[in-house]
């Protein structure tokens, strides 16, 4: 069962809410390298440069690092409020497909607006500090709860395929994705997890590997292209992925490559399944068409292992995020429960 | 046109046929290293190191190489044909899954036993040489034909995406799945091509941008698990690959990740063509079931650019090849046309 103080997690707040220590994930698995941003473009850099990935995570971050950050912040009220807004506006461009970043900075916008016009900057710290706090708090109970909704869904043997990394490091702690999969093998069941390696930046390569080892559950890399002769081999009977947003129409956007392993899944006949919080659904997108995707810089597909491989002058592309139709998804897991992909606006409403 | 002095090509015979230099593929695009392997033993282990790879050019390197090894075989005409034997056989077993070196080697050993069983050493020798000068001689030809059935089936404009590496650099010159783009362009097609890395190896960020850059056919690389997102957005037209065993109901073995390739073009309705010569057609097996898989070795998917990413102790899973159902695929294209796959063994007994 979840042991807080064991498993893996991207960020560290210390108790004082002084500082926050974020883990160096572009170093793993080789490193455990911290860093600890002092001010808010540093904590945007973060983010910006792949220290940090992964939706929950990112949202997370930002909110935690503002919540450090603001003790820095003129004590003036009126000057408090609108250093407060560029920094939510810097933190806001750093990434733009997760939708979690826009909620978390939201959730404390909308914190400090609900406080009297005369509150003072102390009070208004305090507020930024525990509203992040409560969001990093609510996004490992989801985990916890999605991973309750979700384990029993998955088979009992063979494998099961995840694609980048929806884990403990993308996440507050225990993982959308990576969390279904851990409580899985907690009731006893035997499957092996494939992890898609997810070029070009290998999250699953060096991240998700990482991590379930770290846990003990059994897992094997696989390079992208080879999940198709598997399926096609019987060995793999369910896929499991996050998502960094969900539109209103079940359409989910994830790493670049997810809606690929969805159609192998759907030529095969497996499930499907996608792992997210609450925070990840974006109702005001009628549908996917809508979510704006990441262009990341050439250079990530460019070079391996540090190196250029390709050639001087050859152009490459680097989409960071795809779109995965409803149809294609069997449920997607949240931490109300699993739900056909049509039904979220519903549940959405009933939620209230 | 096709200049043979102007294409790239991944080995030359000298005229006086002494010595064979075989381009070292692993260091492309950064050098241009060439071996000249003067035992049976150097070919073979140029073929299974992947100094050269390609179904049609391993044959042909297989079958010069040994033409100019035999050289050093013994003079005495039974001692000669003992060690032809024990060569073919060392050959053979360097990679199991193209069906182009069995070919090769079988035409060699064919010649040979058609000799009367009094020739001696010299003739032998010239036999085994003409008879690999044939091989690699009829593979251009084959290519130049295919190229000619196949560019007339690309589109116009758009995209062509091509996975891994069938091109000059896979054959005795001008490609099978790249000789058909080059075509297509020479033919005032406007067509960009698409390139697949392909993991493990990078076939296609290395090799088949390196080759197409060199002939100005204009082509972008992406990561294997961009393709799918491509085609959703309607870039792709088409995707033309090569193969390394075709069986005789249609089922093509091709690099992995080719199934994918195919799942992918059938769900969005785009062509996908698969460009071989008769020597990769396989008519004694009933279907891609019976074709063998290699398996290698695990630190090609441990490694990127040299250096390992996953974390120690980690498995990673390593085939080489997928094989691709007739079903999924819309013509196969070879020197004597284009063929929907069904209608291989058909075609077969009509050539005779």
Redesign the interface.
């Known amino acids: 069962m979840f042991d807080a103080e064991s498993y893996v997690r991207p960020f560290v707040l210390d108790e004082a809410g002084l500082t926050l220590r974020v883990l160096d994930q572009r170093k793993l698995?080789d490193e455990e390298t911290w860093i600890e941003p002092r001010d808010v473009e540093a904590v945007a850099v973060a983010i910006e440069d792949l220290y940090v990935r992964g939706a929950p995570a990112i949202a997370c971050v930002a909110a935690l690092g503002l919540a450090v950050c603001v003790r820095a912040f003129d004590d003036e009220p009126l000057r408090f409020r609108a250093q407060l807004e560029q920094a939510c506006v810097r933190l806001s461009n750093t990434r733009p497909t997760a939708v979690n970043l826009f909620v978390a900075l939201r959730e404390i916008r909308e914190a400090i607006a609900a406080l009297p016009a005369d509150a003072d900057a102390a009070t208004m710290r305090a507020v930024v500090m525990s509203t992040a706090k409560a969001h990093a708090e609510g996004d490992l109970v989801s985990c916890l709860a999605m991973a309750g909704h979700g384990a029993p869904l998955l088979p009992d043997d063979g494998a099961v395929l995840t694609h980048c990394n929806a884990g403990a490091l993308a996440t507050a702690g225990y993982g959308t994705a990576l969390g279904v999969l851990r409580r899985g093998r907690e009731l006893g069941k035997r499957y092996t997890v494939?992890a898609?390696?997810?070029?070009?930046v290998?999250q699953g390569?060096?991240l998700t590997?990482?991590e379930l080892?770290h846990d003990g559950v059994p897992?094997?890399?696989?390079?992208?292209?080879?999940?198709?002769?598997?399926m096609?081999a019987g060995e793999i009977k369910a896929a499991v992925v996050g998502a960094d947003r969900i539109a209103r129409n079940g359409d989910v956007a994830n790493k670049?490559?997810t809606?690929?392993v969805a159609?192998?899944c759907?030529?095969h006949g497996i499930p499907f399944y996608v792992a997210a919080p609450w925070t990840t659904i974006d109702l005001s997108l009628p549908s996917g068409d809508e979510i704006p995707i990441e262009q990341r810089k050439p250079t990530e597909?460019?070079?391996?292992?540090?190196?250029q491989?390709?050639?001087?002058?050859?152009?490459?592309?680097?989409?960071a995020f795809?779109?995965t139709p409803a149809a294609l998804i069997t449920k997607i897991i949240t931490e109300t429960g699993a739900y056909d992909p049509q039904e979220i606006a519903a549940a959405a409403s009933e939620r209230g």
């Open positions: 698995p494939l898609d390696e997810t070029r070009p290998l390569a060096r590997a990482w080892q897992v094997e890399v696989i390079a992208d292209n080879m999940a198709g002769a598997l096609a670049i490559g809606f690929t159609v192998l759907k030529h597909v460019m070079c391996h292992g540090g190196k491989l390709t050639p001087a002058g050859v152009g490459v592309r680097n989409p795809d779109v």
